[in-house]
């Protein structure tokens, strides 16, 4: 199979978006806001079709922060996945050459922000994933059973570079994500973090990793589904299997050459 690479995005305004998908964190999102505000970036709120509590606080953040802040309502669930394209498509509507994702339950330190926005500065054609230095606050089976995931990550991009692949704080260059989105088919649910980065490494697009601290959702919340997402993660690491197996000989050639689209991750 032959895929055109994703070319280097031309010279353009550096100008991130950050997006936050939202789904019922009430209790958590003010401050992940105020954390977000404090970098100096404009901010998306993706309401992903939360109850109308949740509703209510996102809708008296994006009035009372305007237009720092900006909030787009999905009429019905869709899926953190589903949140994160529907908030793609929105930030390239607005103008923007890259967006940063992070999470509304509180895990992510938003005081990591100006880390990841510097090292995009550096690298703008390249994915910033961040890498979790987790406190106690995780549970243990969350936390070994992500290397299930990072195992399946290796397999399918025939490289131990994509360090972790879970972690949703991490900041895209638009460009070559705009042009995946619109020629494939992305998991819209807990499978999206994963198979976008596969799918943006098999196109040679960088990936740097960042370690950045992590705790357990400061609300509680947690909309992962053991049963149903563990289904939808399996099937995507089986579809990114077999679409791996005709890139084989490309991802193999690559690997000799040296030429992995990846960044070292900074000391």
Not at 52 to 79: E, F, I, M
Request: positive net charge.
């Amino acid at each position: 199979m032959h895929e055109t690479p994703s070319r280097a995005m031309p010279a353009a305004p550096f100008a991130p978006l950050v997006v936050i998908p939202v789904y019922d964190h009430e209790h958590a999102i003010g401050a992940v806001v105020r954390g977000v505000l404090a970098s100096g970036l404009p901010c998306l709120l993706v309401d992903d079709g939360s109850h109308p509590g949740c509703a209510q606080v996102l809708d008296a953040l994006a009035a009372a922060h305007a237009p720092q802040v900006a909030l787009l309502r999905l009429p019905h669930n869709q899926g953190k996945g589903g949140a994160m394209l529907a908030g793609f498509a929105e930030a390239a509507r607005r103008g923007h050459s890259h967006v940063l994702q992070i999470d509304a339950d509180g895990q992510h330190d938003p005081g990591d922000i100006p880390r990841f926005v510097a090292l995009a500065r550096q690298h703008p054609d390249a994915v910033i994933c961040g890498i979790p230095a987790y406190d106690a606050s995780v549970p243990k089976a969350r936390l070994y059973g992500r290397y299930a995931t990072h195992i399946w990550v290796w397999i399918n991009t025939l490289s131990l570079h994509i360090r972790d692949s879970m972690c949703g704080f991490r900041l895209y260059p638009l460009a070559p994500v705009t042009r995946l989105v619109g020629e494939e088919t992305i998991g819209r649910r807990m499978d999206f973090d994963s198979e976008i980065l596969v799918r943006l490494f098999w196109r040679d697009v960088p990936v740097i990793s960042l370690p950045t601290r992590v705790t357990y959702p400061s609300d509680g919340v947690s909309h992962f589904d053991v049963w149903r997402d563990n289904v939808r993660i399996s099937r995507m690491h089986t579809r990114l299997f077999f679409g791996m197996l005709p890139r084989a000989p490309r991802l193999l050639w690559r690997r000799l050459r040296g030429a992995a689209p990846v960044g070292a991750p900074p000391a």
